[in-house]
């Protein structure tokens, strides 16, 4: 590939973002398109705004504006510590690849381009290997100049990943600290509960805690696999819920609604709002009757504790010398739980769990087929002997530009919208009892895939039978690096036109909201519901995460081989930045909060990108015979070796594990305050697992829905707490979404 196909490529993504990026700043304005681009402010109470002016058709920058100009701090004290870490996941790109792109732009590419070993042509028909470690000869004196840009961005890398680390640390001990009306702090899920004959399994769990904890043992409920009943009730409430939304959006709306026939006043939806209110009383009935013989009790409890203390040291020993029986962790948050999850027998988790990784590792063998072809299609020469019909169209210059430059990725990337379903049904099979947990077991597998199926498939399978002859001459182990080094800077075109198709373009499709934009033109204009509410979403972080890591991936190992990448990078990046900015403080709700708990995998895949740009290095300088640089290399992969093992001694068992020293403080001022007997009377309510019990009513609900009242009214403050635990001020509640007009 030459820089002008390369332009083209750019080109093409370039016109899709300004396009995409033009028609949302006109639908964000439209009043019909309000639950899809502000649901998340819609939901805390803000109105939709249904003036008609010339400005709602004209595109405006004005949320790239209000993106800019919302603080971390803010972000934190209304949306929740994980939309911060994702942050913070962008802001630690767009530091380190600007150090890699300045020194990597200024040091690197010019060694680069002046090397001899390939032809050089007209500037606009440079191909584009002339840029890359290839064009340098062997032996050459100015490999130096690369084993420099390797220690400028390894300790650069280092250094930001400490900073970040200590900062994303001490902002989740303020998450704990901050929370004193969480319920999971002194809850116990108990699993494995052993079958007696003479005993129920509320009888068991009550008998063992008592002989052994009788002092800081509370209550606890059991976990019931439920029937038909139960989910048709389930789904009823669901709907009870829509139309109580709907209700409230009617009721914000000024003047009179009437019926279509005959003009009166329509009260139905209040009607049905207040009804479903008071039949609340009469489910309970209902439930306590006829679905309760539905239910079968498992082996399976939540374990409520006087203290945060008395769970967690529960929650940490072994309970008994089979340690296959009561095995003990602390509750995920209520609205945390997977509770279908909790049903199955804990001795098939492992099995459940190598099944999982076998059906993952034969998906990605099954998925070498499209990376194949993609592969392929990169190569037009091969291309036309494969499909020789393809001969008369490559030969005009912009449709082989656009066959071998753009459709490649295009086609990787429609594969790979297959991967997050599949992986989040895998993760689910394995049995985390969190949603939370499930999501993160599919940022792995979804992480693992990318990276294999993206970057080393891709490397090794330019064709079926390129990727065997390669494979052919890896004699040991010995032979990946110089392998590695020769074949990352062949790849340069792809990797790039990737970043533009899925790293451009997949952020301009996030912005858009294509699919529920789709639902709403669908409900609005085909069925004619126009005041049908639209579930707003939570964050997708198992999808969003290992996208943002496989660029940094992609980033690392490219940066002294193919510089020219860098700069697509940034941009990549800076869009990134202001996009899921926007989209967090607009669209997606917090339903849960995991405390954080994705910023080890960040640092982690980070320190392994690290050595594998080493690694690569040092196959670099061998195949260049340069044995100064590669001697210099070697301390570097050791010191960051040696670095990741600090940061896992010091910040990683924070993540890991509650800090037992926090949970005691805040026993006692509960006991000071008089809380405690508050927390214990609605730790029932939380983990409540029946239908019927609305979620307001639950402690889990009030915990959740203080948040939201704090952003509603900024007068809510409780005197005595820091501004970080309490509502904000009026300046940050209207940019959250307090109840003004969007």
């Not at 008609?52 to 929740?80: H, M, Q, Y």
């Not at 209550?219 to 409430?237: C, D, E, F, T």
């Amino acid at each position: 590939m030459d820089l002008n196909a390369l332009g083209t490529s750019a080109g093409i993504n370039i016109g899709v973002c300004v396009g995409v990026f033009s028609l949302y700043s006109i639908l964000r304005k439209q009043p019909s398109q309000a639950r899809v681009y502000f649901g998340r402010r819609l939901s805390i109470g803000a109105r939709k705004c249904t003036a008609l002016c010339l400005d709602r058709f004209v595109p405006s920058a004005s949320w790239i504006v209000k993106a800019w100009k919302t603080t971390d701090e803010e972000i934190l004290n209304n949306v929740g510590l994980d939309s911060v870490v994702f942050v913070r996941i962008i802001v630690f790109s767009l530091r380190i690849f600007s150090i890699a792109a300045v020194t990597c732009i200024l040091i690197v590419l010019p060694v680069n381009y002046q090397g001899n070993v390939l032809d050089h042509k007209d500037l606009p028909y440079e191909t584009l290997e002339v840029f890359t470690i290839l064009n340098v000869r062997q032996g050459s004196k100015w490999l130096w100049t690369h084993c420099l840009a390797l220690y400028i961005i390894t300790f650069s890398a280092c250094v930001l990943l400490y900073i970040e680390y200590k900062s994303i640390t001490k902002m989740r001990l303020a998450h704990i600290t901050g929370s004193h009306l969480n319920p999971s702090q002194f809850t116990v899920v108990v699993r494995a509960i052993p079958w007696s004959q003479e005993d129920t399994y509320s009888d068991s769990v009550r008998k063992f805690f008592m002989r052994n904890y009788e002092s800081s043992y509370l209550s606890h409920q059991m976990v019931y696999r439920s029937g038909k009943i139960q989910k048709l009730m389930s789904n009823a409430g669901k709907m009870c819920k829509i139309l109580k939304d709907v209700s409230i959006e009617q009721n914000h709306k000024p003047g009179l609604y009437h019926c279509g026939f005959c003009g009166a006043n329509s009260d139905s939806f209040q009607i049905l709002s207040h009804e479903s209110e008071s039949s609340r009383g009469k489910s309970s009935l209902i439930d306590n009757g006829g679905v309760e013989k539905k239910k079968k009790v498992c082996a399976a409890a939540f374990v409520f504790f006087k203290t945060r203390y008395a769970a967690l040291a529960t929650s940490q020993v072994l309970h008994s010398s089979n340690p296959m029986s009561w095995v003990t962790q602390l509750a995920p948050e209520p609205k945390d739980v997977y509770w279908s999850n909790l049903w199955i027998p804990y001795g098939q988790l492992w099995i459940r769990k190598i099944a999982t990784l076998l059906a993952s590792i034969a998906f990605m063998l099954v998925f070498l087929i499209p990376v194949t072809v993609v592969q392929g299609m990169t190569h037009a020469d091969k291309l036309q002997k494969a499909l020789p019909f393809l001969k008369g169209p490559l030969k005009k210059k912009f449709i082989s530009q656009v066959m071998t430059g753009y459709l490649p990725s295009v086609v990787l990337i429609l594969a790979l919208y297959t991967v997050p379903p599949i992986m989040m049904v895998l993760s689910a099979l394995e049995g985390s009892i969190s949603r939370s947990g499930r999501k993160k077991s599919a940022c792995f597998k979804i992480l693992y895939f990318t990276i294999w199926n993206v970057f080393v498939m891709n490397i090794f399978a330019g064709t079926v039978i390129d990727s065997f002859s390669v494979f052919k001459k890896l004699d040991s182990v010995k032979d990946l690096p110089p392998q590695l080094a020769s074949a990352i800077p062949a790849q340069a075109k792809f990797f790039m036109t990737y970043v533009f198709t899925s790293g451009w373009a997949s952020l301009a499709c996030e912005l858009l909201q294509l699919y529920p934009l789709l639902c709403n033109f669908i409900r609005r204009y085909i069925f004619r519901m126009k005041d049908w509410a639209i579930d707003t979403m939570s964050f997708p972080y198992h999808t969003e995460i290992p996208r943002l890591l496989l660029f940094g991936f992609i980033g690392f190992t490219c940066s002294i081989l193919v510089p020219l990448i860098l700069p697509f990078l940034l941009i990549y990046f800076t869009l990134a930045y202001f996009i899921y900015r926007n989209q967090i403080i607009n669209v997606y709700i917090t339903k849960y909060q995991s405390g954080g708990h994705l910023w080890p995998t960040v640092h982690n895949t980070v320190i392994f990108s690290l050595i594998m740009m080493q690694i690569i290095a040092l196959g670099v300088f061998g195949l260049r015979k340069s044995p100064v640089s590669s001697g210099f290399t070697f301390p570097l992969v050791i010191f960051t070796l040696l670095f990741n093992q600090y940061c896992q001694q010091r910040f990683h068992p924070v993540f890991k594990n509650h800090v037992a020293e926090i949970l005691i403080e805040m026993d006692r001022e509960d006991e000071k305050y008089g809380r405690t007997e508050e927390i214990h009377q609605q730790l029932h309510a939380a983990y409540c697992q029946s239908p019927s019990t609305s979620p307001d009513t639950s402690m889990a609900g009030s915990y959740h829905h203080q948040e939201e009242e704090s952003i509603q009214d900024p007068e809510n403050v409780t005197p005595g707490k820091e501004p970080s635990q309490v509502s904000l001020n009026w300046s940050v509640a209207s940019t959250f979404g307090a109840p003004e007009p969007i």
